[in-house]
């Protein structure tokens, strides 16, 4: 019997009508889009992206891990504020353009951080499937064959992440690439420790698409990332802008706001996020909580 024909969901046209919109909002001008243009482009880009994933697999965050998407949102929101912390004392970016409205401005903010995480997994989920089709999974491995050298890559993940918030902020600056490679180091193990989902246990046990998928997610979501940003700027509204240690101002190429080595940041920064995602589920039990909760 041929297989029922899957349905694009409603939202998927939902998110195409906003990112019109955005796109229609920015062409004439118009103030409020200018200003809110992050949030609503990534908002569109989501509900979009769900839509093709769940279309072309049949389960996606939207439509059969509902009761687990609003708890990703807000973990988005908590992570983020993360490297925001960090960047109190490194300084690499910065926000121009916000509303004067202190409501409005943390408004804004929560609704940007709360994108980032979803943006980045549906992208990943998309990939995924593009990367299934053309290529089957390697061979699985047993798990009695699998080296394992974690105590060393969680202490390389502490020096990373603790160096740069002990040096002056001066110097601190120069250390944002550790930042942005040290948590997956120090959490990636931790989550195998504590029978959490491992990206490096995946990979060594043969199934290495959800690493490459992330990795291209990365790079695919920084691009999208600078090109609204560099929009946003364009048209008046709200943006970020990065401040590049004096000592690198030499390399003088932008992508938008974003310097061209920055770039490089966005592919590993989407496995951080996946393994602090899955670290926090498995420290609040959220799996069991949602299996218990299930009808």
Not at 109 to 130: K, N, Q, R
Not at 194 to 208: D, F, I, K, N, V
Request: include cysteine; charged fraction near 15%.
């Amino acid at each position: 019997m041929k297989e029922p024909t899957r349905r694009f969901p409603p939202h998927t046209w939902i998110g195409l009508a906003v990112l019109a919109l955005v796109q229609l909002g920015v062409a004439v001008g118009h103030p409020l889009i200018a200003t809110w243009l992050t949030p609503m482009a990534w908002t569109g880009y989501i509900l979009a992206v769900d839509g093709f994933v769940a279309r072309a697999s049949g389960h996606s965050w939207l439509t059969t891990r509902r009761r687990e998407a609003p708890f990703l949102v807000l973990a988005s929101i908590g992570l983020w504020l993360v490297f925001e912390a960090y960047n109190i004392h490194l300084k690499n970016w910065g926000y121009l353009g916000l509303p004067s409205n202190p409501i409005l401005r943390d408004l804004g903010y929560a609704w940007s951080f709360a994108t980032i995480a979803p943006g980045v997994f549906e992208t990943a989920d998309l990939v995924y499937i593009a990367l299934r089709r053309r290529r089957a999974e390697g061979p699985v491995k047993p798990a009695s064959d699998l080296p394992g050298r974690k105590p060393f890559w969680i202490l390389v993940g502490i020096a990373m992440v603790t160096i740069p918030l002990a040096l002056p902020p001066a110097v601190a600056a120069y250390s944002f690439g550790a930042v942005w490679l040290g948590f997956f180091f120090l959490v990636d193990p931790v989550n195998e420790l504590l029978g959490a989902t491992s990206l490096a246990r995946s990979w060594r046990l043969g199934h290495r698409l959800p690493a490459i998928s992330l990795l291209l997610a990365g790079a695919l979501c920084g691009f999208l990332w600078e090109a609204w940003n560099f929009q946003a700027m364009q048209a008046g509204g709200a943006y970020w802008v990065y401040k590049l240690p004096q000592g690198l101002r030499v390399i003088d190429l932008h992508f938008g706001q974003m310097p061209v080595l920055g770039l490089l940041g966005f592919p590993p920064f989407a496995l951080e996020l996946f393994a602090l995602y899955n670290l926090t589920k498995a420290i609040l039990g959220i799996d069991r909580l949602l299996a218990g909760s299930a009808p």
